[in-house]
């Protein structure tokens, strides 16, 4: 895809979704943490209806210690991994107390320092808490980038990389959600809904599904 078809692209996606924002419900940078860190393997809406309950009592790392790991798992059982994640916020939530005064760092090195951060996660936060115009690869802006012909890589790491170097500076702070919310509601996996993607004559996927959808 050429630079100026790519332009086209987030142009078009700008115009349908001026202000774009994760679907995670969190109240504060350490909820949206607690958030991204229970979505790993899992869907936002799974992870909504657990903290929903959650976040009435657990708003800052000290709330999540005396909450326990009993506390937190009754809380989360409902998301994959529970087990693990139930330890790693627990862990991260002793981190940010002891080394970060119960703040969330805006600091690609120590987030990713944090047990249930990795990168994906570093710039889950970074962008949508802190504004960096860093794009976070998950499966789906994995499938958008390589089946329209983007920003195509063998790997999340490389697909993110070429994403930093094609988005067009003016919209790379909102690329990471304009992808996934193109990928989940519209290039999806088994059958993508080509004929109402707002880009689909930018597109070069081969494979189109260009047939009438019932309803």
């Given at each position: 895809m050429n630079a100026g078809k790519r332009r086209e692209l987030f142009a078009r996606l700008q115009a349908a979704n001026p202000h774009p924002t994760t679907e995670l419900e969190y109240g504060n940078t350490f909820q949206l943490l607690v958030a991204v860190i229970l979505s790993a393997q899992a869907t936002d809406r799974s992870v909504n209806k657990a903290t929903r309950a959650l976040f009435r009592k657990v708003k800052t790392p000290s709330d999540m210690l005396a909450l326990g790991e009993e506390g937190l798992k009754r809380h989360i059982r409902t998301i994959?991994?529970?087990?693990?994640?139930?330890?790693?916020?627990?862990?991260?939530?002793?981190?940010?107390?002891?080394?970060?005064?119960?703040?969330?760092?805006?600091?690609?090195?120590?987030?990713?320092?944090?047990?249930?951060?990795?990168?994906?996660?570093?710039?889950?936060?970074?962008?949508?808490?802190?504004?960096?115009?860093?794009?976070?690869?998950?499966?789906?802006?994995?499938?958008?980038?390589?089946?329209?012909?983007?920003?195509?890589?063998?790997?999340?790491?490389?697909?993110?990389?070429?994403?930093?170097?094609?988005?067009?500076?003016?919209?790379?702070?909102?690329?990471?959600?304009?992808?996934?919310?193109?990928?989940?509601?519209?290039?999806?996996?088994?059958?993508?809904?080509?004929?109402r993607c707002p880009i689909q004559d930018l597109c070069e996927y081969r494979h189109k599904n260009l047939q009438d959808e019932p309803g």
């Open positions: 994959g991994l529970y087990n693990t994640k139930a330890r790693n916020l627990l862990r991260t939530s002793r981190i940010l107390l002891e080394r970060h005064g119960g703040k969330v760092p805006r600091d690609r090195k120590a987030l990713e320092a944090l047990p249930g951060v990795g990168r994906k996660t570093a710039n889950v936060i970074l962008n949508t808490a802190f504004g960096e115009p860093v794009i976070a690869v998950d499966t789906h802006i994995f499938r958008v980038a390589n089946r329209t012909g983007l920003a195509p890589g063998r790997n999340v790491r490389e697909v993110e990389e070429r994403l930093q170097r094609r988005v067009p500076p003016e919209y790379r702070k909102d690329a990471h959600h304009w992808l996934i919310l193109l990928g989940r509601y519209v290039c999806t996996a088994r059958k993508p809904h080509c004929r």
